[in-house]
C-alpha cells in the first residue's frame, strides 16, 4: 500500500479520522490480530521478566541506599532509583491494557467509543518513554559537574534535591503527554489494533508534537552522550595520573561505567523509533494534510521500533545489578575498594572541611 492510492477512504473511515481510530486500515488489522506474529503467552512472560528485574534492581538500590555515607553516591542512588520506579511502572500500566487485549481480543472502537482508553494508553508509551531519556541525560549532567568540579558546593546534591529533581521530570514529562488531551495532536489506535501512540500524520498539531517528541529525546541522548564523553576522559586522566595511581576513584568509575551503559541501551533502543518518527512526518509535509491513514510498511516499521523500545525498560536495571562494585570483587578477587576522589588531594579535603 503505498501513498498515492490512500486517499480513497470509505464513509466510515472519513468519520473516524477524527478520533482515535481510522489511522490504519481496521478490516486489514482484525485479520493481522488473529495471526499476530505476537503470543500473549510470549507478551505476558516478556512483562513478568520486565516487572520483575526492576523490582529485584530497586530493593537492590534500597538496601545500598541505606549503607552509604557519599552524598555523590547517594543522589547519583536516587535517579537510578527514580528510572527504575519509572520503568517498573511504565511496564505495569501499559502492560496491564495491552496484555489482555492479546487475550481477549476485544473490539476497541466499540469498548472505548470515547477514546478515554486510547488517551490513557497513548500518554502513558509518551511520559514513560520520554522519563528515562531525561533522567539519562539529568543524570549525566550531575556527573558531569561532580566529576570535574567534585569540589563545589553547588555540586553536592542532597537526597531530597535530588528527589526534587526527579519529581521535575515527571511533571515535565506529564505536561508533555497531556498536550494531546489539550489539543496539540492526538492519540490513535495503532497496528495491529492493540496499543495507543502518538498520530504520524501530516496535519499541523500532529507534526508539532511528533517532532517534539522526538527531538526532546534525540537531544536527551545526545546531551547524554557529550557529558558521559566528557566525564570518561576526566576520569580516565585522573586514573592515570601520577599523584592518583594508588589512590584511584572507585565509587567515580563505578557510577560511570553505570551511567554509560545505561546510556548505550537507550541509544540502542530509542534513537531507531525517534529517527524514524522525524523521518515519517517530515516525508508526509508535502501531502498537506489530505493524507488520512498510514500505510501499511509505516505501521510495520512503528510496531517494530516499539517493540526494540520496550527492551530498554528491561535491560535498565541489570545494568546496576550486575555492574555493581560487590559483583565485579565477586568476579575478580584482586578488586579492592581504595578511597574516592576527596582522598586525592588532602589539602583540598581540609580546606573543604573546614569551609
Known amino acids: 500500500m503505498g501513498w498515492g492510492n490512500m486517499g480513497a477512504l470509505n464513509g466510515s473511515m472519513a468519520r473516524q479520522s477524527h478520533t482515535c481510530f481510522g489511522v490504519f486500515n481496521t478490516s486489514d488489522g482484525h485479520n493481522n490480530v488473529q495471526n499476530s506474529i505476537t503470543s500473549p503467552w510470549f507478551s505476558t512472560a516478556f512483562g513478568l521478566i520486565g516487572l520483575c528485574s526492576n523490582l529485584f534492581a530497586l530493593c537492590v538500590l534500597l538496601s545500598s ?65 520520554q522519563c528515562p531519556l531525561l533522567l539519562g541525560a539529568t543524570m549525566a549532567g550531575e556527573r558531569f559537574f561532580g566529576i570535574n568540579h567534585p569540589f563545589s558546593r553547588s555540586t553536592n546534591i542532597s537526597k531530597r534535591r535530588a528527589w526534587s529533581i526527579v ?7 506529564c505536561l508533555l503527554g497531556l498536550l494531546p488531551v489539550l489539543g496539540l495532536g492526538r492519540y490513535t489506535l495503532q497496528y495491529p489494533g492493540s496499543w495507543c501512540f502518538l498520530t504520524l500524520l501530516p496535519d499541523t498539531g500532529n507534526v508539532i508534537f ?13 546531551l547524554s552522550f557529550i557529558f558521559n564523553t566528557v566525564s570518561v576522559v576526566t576520569l580516565c586522566r585522573v586514573y592515570h595520573d601520577r599523584e592518583s595511581v594508588q589512590r584511584r576513584r572507585d565509587s567515580e568509575v563505578e557510577m560511570m561505567v553505570q551511567l554509560v551503559g545505561i546510556m548505550v541501551i537507550a541509544t540502542i533502543c530509542w534513537m531507531p523509533l525517534l529517527i524514524f518518527i522525524v523521518q515519517t512526518v517530515l516525508q508526509q509535509l508535502p501531502a498537506s494534510g489530505q493524507l488520512q491513514m498510514l500505510p501499511t510498511k509505516t505501521q510495520k516499521m512503528l510496531l517494530i521500533y516499539i517493540r526494540m523500545v520496550t527492551w530498554n525498560q528491561i535491560l535498565d536495571p541489570w545494568v546496576y545489578i550486575l ?5 565485579l570483587q565477586r568476579l575478580y578477587p584482586s578488586l579492592r575498594p581504595r578511597p574516592s576522589i576527596l582522598s586525592l588531594n588532602p589539602s583540598l579535603h581540609r580546606k573543604l572541611t573546614a569551609d
Open 323 to 327: 555492574f555493581r562494585r560487590a559483583v
Open 65 to 129: 541506599s541505606r549503607k552509604l555515607s557519599s552524598r555523590a553516591r547517594s543522589s547519583f542512588l536516587v535517579f537510578l532509583c527514580g528510572l527504575v520506579v519509572t520503568d517498573f511502572m511504565g511496564l505495569l500500566v501499559t502492560a496491564s491494557v495491552i496484555i489482555p487485549y492479546h487475550f481477549i481480543k476485544f473490539p476497541w472502537a466499540k469498548v472505548d467509543t470515547g477514546c478515554h482508553l486510547c488517551n490513557f494508553l497513548g500518554f502513558s508509551m509518551v511520559f514513560f518513554g
Open 210 to 222: 511528533c517532532l517534539l517528541f522526538a527531538l526532546l529525546g534525540i537531544f536527551s541522548v545526545l
Open 167 to 173: 519529581g521535575l521530570v515527571w511533571g515535565f514529562s
